[in-house]
């Protein structure tokens, strides 16, 4: 697990965690500017608890990080435009108290600030943010432990199954042949069966003749019968 030194030393352990800006709230509240996106040097500096100083120095230390996780310097046309914007969101009275840089101003965003918070050394506040973060990376990592032995878990429960199904096959390749056998069995008997129908049905129609001539045959005996009568 990651140290609070190895966090203020590393900037590669900073870029892992730089994703983690809702921890800042978690701490503290951050009161942004009117776009609800920046904040200026003294907002990061109360929010730390720290003079403007020192903030400053953290910047110029680490100008390129800071300026990769969003640090912005507004001069000239952009500084009047963005101050156009605020006293637009500002609105009302409020508006008269919107201090305004006079040739340049700095403007941080969360993960800015987050970025000052794992490299400032001299703040409670920023210790607090680094403490949330290094326990939210152990959380995580104990999860990441935890799911891995459920997975082993199932991995052994799976491996299992495919000894089972391994020595299953042979049962089920001559369970399979003997269903075959029966389905050529059954084949054969209905064959059968149907030649018997065939043939019952002749039978029957030799019977209805028989019937036919039997009746002939006992017309023309009483036929005769009537005759020798007569006589």
């Not at 432990?145 to 991995?155: G, H, M, P, Q």
């Amino acid at each position: 697990m990651p140290t609070e030194v190895a966090l203020l030393e590393s900037r590669a352990l900073r870029v892992e965690q730089m994703g983690r800006v809702d921890v800042l709230d978690k701490v503290k509240s951050l009161v942004m500017l009117p776009d609800g996106i920046h904040v200026r040097t003294e907002d990061v500096a109360r929010y730390f608890e720290v003079s403007t100083e020192v903030i400053k120095k953290v910047i110029q230390r680490h100008r390129g990080e800071m300026e990769e996780n969003g640090l912005t310097l507004l001069r000239g046309a952009e500084l009047r435009g963005f101050h156009r914007d605020m006293l637009s969101l500002w609105g009302g009275e409020e508006s008269e108290s919107y201090p305004q840089a006079a040739t340049q101003l700095t403007l941080y965003t969360r993960r800015t600030v987050l970025n000052v918070a794992m490299l400032l050394r001299d703040s409670d506040i920023a210790r607090c943010v680094r403490t949330y973060l290094l326990d939210a990376e152990e959380d995580l990592r104990a999860g990441y432990a935890s799911l891995d032995r459920r997975v082993t878990r199932v991995e052994s429960c799976l491996a299992g199954v495919g000894v089972a199904l391994q020595e299953l096959g042979p049962v089920l390749t001559r369970m399979s042949h003997r269903l075959d056998s029966l389905d050529r069995r059954l084949e054969a008997t209905n064959q059968v069966v149907g030649a018997m129908s065939v043939r019952l049905g002749d039978i029957s129609e030799d019977i209805v003749r028989m019937d036919a001539r039997m009746d002939d045959f006992v017309l023309q005996l009483k036929d005769l019968r009537r005759r020798r009568k007569r006589r």
